[in-house]
């Protein structure tokens, strides 16, 4: 019996929650399904490892100077600092994914830029998964905006 799982990951703007039930997409579970949320950083790209070789293969042609290279050298050099200093800005821009696993495996990644608006959603889902609050909600997260419900009543968090 093959007991591996294939991972699905699912990327949405915007849920619904209504009582035990979440709408995402077209798309919809029950929140007895749910088997983690949490607040995750998003994961950090590899593209720095082909800065870091292209770095090096810039050294190599500076040390072993052969009709011109140290010049070329100097330009693949210059090329992978840049590289690298674009990948420092765009690491320091990401934001943070509410991440949903499911009991099935699968795991829905919503974005948004600020944690403090996704840590009151993770409030929220605490909130209607109890049945503290029996209120729709609508949480949109390209505009950090929490409408319904009682917990955080038309919030909006720039």
């Known amino acids: 019996m093959n007991s591996n799982k294939t991972i699905i990951n699912?990327?949405?703007?915007?849920?619904?929650?209504?009582?035990?039930?979440?709408?995402?997409?077209?798309?919809?579970?029950?929140a007895k399904n749910i088997s983690l949320i949490t607040v995750a950083p998003i994961?950090?790209?590899?593209?720095?490892?082909?800065?870091?070789?292209?770095?090096?293969?810039?050294?190599?042609?500076?040390?072993?100077?052969?009709?011109?290279?140290?010049?070329?050298?100097?330009?693949?050099?210059?090329?992978?600092?840049?590289?690298?200093?674009c990948f420092a800005i765009?690491?320091?821009?990401?934001?943070?994914?509410?991440?949903?696993?499911?009991?099935?495996?699968?795991?829905?990644y919503f974005y948004c830029h600020n944690k403090e608006f996704l840590n009151q959603v993770v409030s929220v889902f605490i909130s209607c998964i109890n049945h503290k609050d029996t209120n729709p909600v609508t949480i949109m997260f390209d505009k950090c905006q929490i409408i319904g419900g009682n917990l955080f009543n038309n919030s909006n968090i720039g």
Do not use: C
């Open 10 to 30: 699912y990327y949405h703007s915007s849920i619904q929650i209504n009582g035990n039930i979440i709408t995402y997409g077209n798309s919809f579970i029950q």
């Open 43 to 85: 994961p950090a790209s590899k593209s720095w490892v082909g800065a870091l070789i292209l770095l090096m293969l810039g050294f190599v042609l500076r040390l072993f100077t052969i009709n011109g290279s140290a010049i070329l050298g100097d330009i693949v050099i210059i090329a992978s600092i840049i590289w690298i200093i």
């Open 90 to 108: 765009g690491e320091g821009r990401k934001g943070d994914n509410l991440v949903i696993n499911l009991n099935s495996g699968n795991s829905l």
